[in-house]
């Protein structure tokens, strides 16, 4: 995607062919930073402290942080004590632990004098087809967008609107994104698109970075409190709502968020569409009940009793928003019932929010998910 015309991915190789860099997403949306990760250690930290971010980046950093420790380190012991450190980071999200048992299985395989350079190959396999697979969701999605606003448009509306929650966008991916890379493909392909996005409290993922992007790429869009989804679509504001994941079981049921249950909930009310898109990496063959077993991550309170903003200075600051005495909880994801979903936008296709719709787009793990 572009950055003030340029192209970006979140994750590359530096040029000295040894350092990762990425993103620092905590800085955006006030400055647009580049940072290297020069070790494991640091790999774990910019995922645990959300510099990266997002199911499929989170596994691909991962897999670079492998290959960072194999620079050093390509022992046996090594390679299983970095997957173990880089697997504990976010348990939530399943690419993280795909990605990294894909890297252990191949560098185990050869002797250790071609570790580093399996590593490295693997990783760079890993983002690139991370990126194809971001693109074919949005090729698959665009037909969605097409009938919807098909829709709009024998309703007398001009335009098509799109509610999306938290950031499913390129930089929650290596390229392109999931739930937003339908939405750039209709806005280039000259559908009126706009997008309402939801603040996304407590990291402010929407209105951090879902607007920012959005931004950079030319997409109308408007940032709306995460409360006030359900308004716009009783008003009739909203023509289709579509989100990311983070695990989807294999019966359907769609964990990403915290609050995309309730912009479900909202939609199945008020006959909106809601769609959740991933590549197949996402999908979580082994479970079948998103609510009962799905590890749901509590991240440190501090995110939900302070807040970080620019100020009129200039200088980023945090403040607090809570009484000195009041606890905070901070549940960083939840479940949307399979039931609450219209369709699922994957690499392969769309299908039914279902175990029959799923196996039908994956065939081959049919047996796996029974």
């Known amino acids: 995607m572009q950055v003030d015309g340029v192209h970006h991915r ?5 040029e000295d062919g040894a350092g990762v860099e990425i993103i620092d997403q905590t800085k955006l949306p006030h400055a647009f930073e580049i940072i290297r990760l020069d070790s494991v250690e640091q790999a774990a930290s910019a995922i645990a402290d959300m510099r990266v ?27 299983r004590a970095a997957h173990a450190t880089l697997l504990a980071t ?44 971001c693109r074919s969701i949005g090729v698959h999605g665009l037909p969605l967008f097409e009938a919807a606003f098909a829709r709009a448009e024998a309703a007398g509306r001009e335009r098509l609107n799109v509610l999306t929650h938290c950031n499913a966008g390129w930089l929650a991916t290596v390229d392109y994104g999931t739930a937003l890379s339908p939405i750039y493909r209709a806005h280039d392909a000259g559908l009126p698109v706009h997008v309402w996005v939801d603040e996304t409290r407590p990291r402010n993922q929407g209105s951090s970075l879902t607007a920012w992007e959005l931004g950079e790429h ?74 009962g077993e799905i590890p749901i991550e509590e991240r440190d309170p501090r995110e939900v009793s302070h807040i ?55 065939p081959e793990h049919q047996l796996h998910s029974a």
């Open 218 to 291: 030319g997409v109308p869009h408007t940032v709306v409190s995460d409360n006030a989804g359900g308004h716009l679509m009783q008003r009739g504001e909203v023509d289709l709502c579509i989100t990311g994941s983070d695990r989807v079981t294999a019966s359907g049921d769609v964990c990403n968020k915290i609050g995309t249950y309730l912009k479900a909930l909202a939609a199945r009310d008020n006959g909106v569409p809601f769609y959740a898109a991933f590549p197949y990496s996402t999908i979580d063959w082994s479970r079948h009940d998103g609510v």
């Open 10 to 14: 979140t994750i590359r190789v530096a």
């Open 90 to 133: 976010r348990p939530t999200a399943v690419n993280l632990g795909r990605a990294l048992d894909a890297i252990r299985d191949a560098v185990l395989a050869v002797p250790e004098a071609r570790r580093v350079e399996v590593a490295y190959a693997k990783a760079a396999e890993l983002a690139d087809e991370d990126a194809e697979l």
């Open 308 to 362: 970080a903003g620019l100020a009129a200075s200039g200088e980023v600051v945090e403040v607090a928003l809570l009484p000195p005495r009041s606890a905070a909880a901070n549940p960083a994801f939840d479940v949307t019932p399979a039931r609450l979903v219209e369709k699922l936008v994957t690499d392969r296709g769309v299908c039914d929010a279902t175990a029959a719709g799923l196996a039908a787009l994956y």
């Open 53 to 79: 971010r997002g199911a499929p980046l989170i596994g691909v950093t991962g897999a670079y942080g492998i290959s960072l420790q194999m620079r050093t380190d390509a022992s046996d012991f090594a390679v």
